[in-house]
């Protein structure tokens, strides 16, 4: 199993996705598309996931970058690729597929709960009950056509989408640890303003190992979700 990771930022890794990876002995490339890095031809990979970064879908004049790889994102979804958006990546992939990105109506930055919204039926990803996740963004986006709506939480309605059975988009982070919390908390500071949805400092810093656990099993689960015949 190859997998490609397409990160935007320095501060805005694969982190928990890599300790995953490895655990699973599969292939990993990181392309570090702010350095000008390459795009990845399609037959490159089994699985392509694509990171965060605080820039927004829309910005293709700032960063010509984005147009090439939304056009990957579509080849990958016609080879019939696993992919998974984190973040700006889930947006990338609903901005690849037609759907609108804009301004959520709060920004949503800290450890706040989402609520699964799948159908039961076979093939539907199904988040546990309960489930505290990380968020660190102010835009969201329309469902794309043919997607499935798996969660949404108080501040943002779209948290997260299937499309078919190799297709998972999450608009929060699973992949979180506190050192990628700590990395990302030094490097956007300055998004920390006072709203309803953004939590201070030290709140972002103090989820138990408990919370974490339950992501990584989430992310666990995604990952097995996408890749399912992988070894």
Not at 71 to 89: F, N, P, Q, T, W
Not at 200 to 229: F, K, N, Q
Request: proline share 7%.
């Amino acid at each position: 199993m190859n997998t490609c990771i397409l990160q935007h930022v320095s501060f805005e890794g694969p982190a928990l996705i890599a300790d995953l990876l490895a655990a699973r002995g599969w292939g990993k490339r990181v392309v570090p598309l702010y350095k000008g890095a390459p795009l990845p031809g399609v037959s490159d990979f089994d699985l392509l996931v694509v990171m965060g970064g605080p820039m927004s879908v829309n910005d293709e004049a700032e960063f010509p970058w984005l147009v090439a790889e939304k056009s990957l994102i579509r080849e990958a979804i016609a080879a019939d690729k696993a992919i998974l958006g984190v973040c700006l990546g889930a947006q990338l992939i609903a901005s690849a597929l037609g759907a609108r990105v804009y301004a959520n109506a709060q920004k949503e930055i800290g450890w706040w709960p989402i609520e699964p919204v799948a159908p039961n039926v076979a093939g539907v990803f199904a988040f546990p009950p309960n489930l505290t996740v990380f968020h660190w963004h102010g835009e969201t986006f329309d469902l794309p056509e043919g997607a499935v709506h798996l969660a949404r939480s108080v501040a943002c309605e779209h948290q997260a989408f299937q499309i078919g059975h190799r297709i998972i988009g999450l608009q929060f982070h699973l992949e979180t640890t506190p050192e990628s919390a700590r990395l990302l908390i030094d490097n956007a500071r300055h998004e920390l303003a006072p709203a309803p949805f953004v939590q201070t400092e030290s709140e972002l810093l103090s989820p138990s190992a408990g919370v974490y656990d339950r992501c990584r099993e989430a992310l666990e689960r995604v990952m097995e979700a996408i890749t399912p015949t992988a070894g």
